[in-house]
């Protein structure tokens, strides 16, 4: 989920029929009703007219804001959880890699955090993982002289053999989900069509799946089920690569801690919530991680497993209150007003501290996970 800013207007013009909504009514006339996947792929990652292809969703100009936006603790706080962790499993060379780094906010300031540790920042090479052309290039013009080892990638698979640490913020939630309905017939994928007679895209369900037509049948007719294949490939690819060589991951996400049987699809444009199904390509669109099948992953590879934990707490623990009264301390008075502010939505229950959850995990099963203890 995004965390939209509780702000009225931004609305931009938007064309009667995209060139996005085009391709897809082309895609539905020739293959007939397309999956939640396919559309959500289409809308967010479209090569040309794709939502991330064309724009910096972030910001007050935005649609909406994430935590490394909201304050410089949320990355600091990574930063020296990270090089905590790295001189806990012995130091040496370490590839730093972020998935979806969105304009580069947390690791500029995950860097400034670290760059007194000694040896971190000579250990590592940073990898910046990222599709959008326009992100990749704000994150390169704040980061080219941050450190010297940076590169640009576009997928898991390109980085190379090494012992690794990842980091990703609203990340998976970006990944496109499958929908399910469970009907008195067995469980049938929801899919998408162009309803003619509404002029609009629309949801339809598929004929029950033989294979799934038996499963869950305790689970009342009408509930929506949800799954993220692209998410648990993802996280077959860090885990693989965490057992192999060593490392870690430390991801957070708006998700679900339990069987999540609702529909946590939703769309945000200009800080509103918006119709799913209305303008792709020009909202933003989540939905909510499935945190307990991305540790399960992670469990078969042979990781330790730490939370999820809320992220109020897990930023509390590692001293974002202590941070933000340093950064206090020689401050202006308007300043001190946004450092507690910044604070506070990061961590307070009411605001992104209890939604937000985090899940790291680590090859190694000794030494423990700052943040987590
Ligand atoms: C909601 S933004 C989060 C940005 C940043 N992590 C933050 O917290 O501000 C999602 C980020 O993931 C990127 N992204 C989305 N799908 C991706 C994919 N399949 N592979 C790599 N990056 C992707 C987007 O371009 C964007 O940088």
Redesign the pocket.
Known sequence: M?FPLAREGQNKHILAMSELLHIIREKIAAEGPISVADYMALA??HPEHGY?QKRD??GLKGD?I????ISQIFGEMLGVALADLWQRMGGGPISLA??????G??MADLLRATKNIRGFHESITIHM????PV?AHQQYLKLRDAHPRMEWL??VEELPENKIFFV????F???PIRQYVMTEEGICERRIYWNDTRQTLDYVLAQPSLALAKSGSKIPPGTVMEQCP?ARSVMRQLSGRIAAHGGAALLIDYGYLGEAYHDTLQAVKAHQFHPVLKDPGEA?LTAHVDFPSLAAIAKESGLAIYGPVPQGLYLTRLGATLRAEMLQRNASDAQRTAIAAGLDRLISPQAMGELFKVLAVTSDHVRGMPGFE
Do not use: C, K, Q, V
């Not at 994430?66 to 936006?69: D, G, L």
């Not at 993982?129 to 959008?132: G, L, N, P, R």
């Open positions: 995004r967010l990652g991330y969703p972030l909406f994430t935590s490394p936006e972020e998935l979806g780094p969105g304009r906010t947390l993982i990222e599709t959008s992100l576009e997928s990703a913020n609203e990340f939630d970006a990944l692209a933003d």
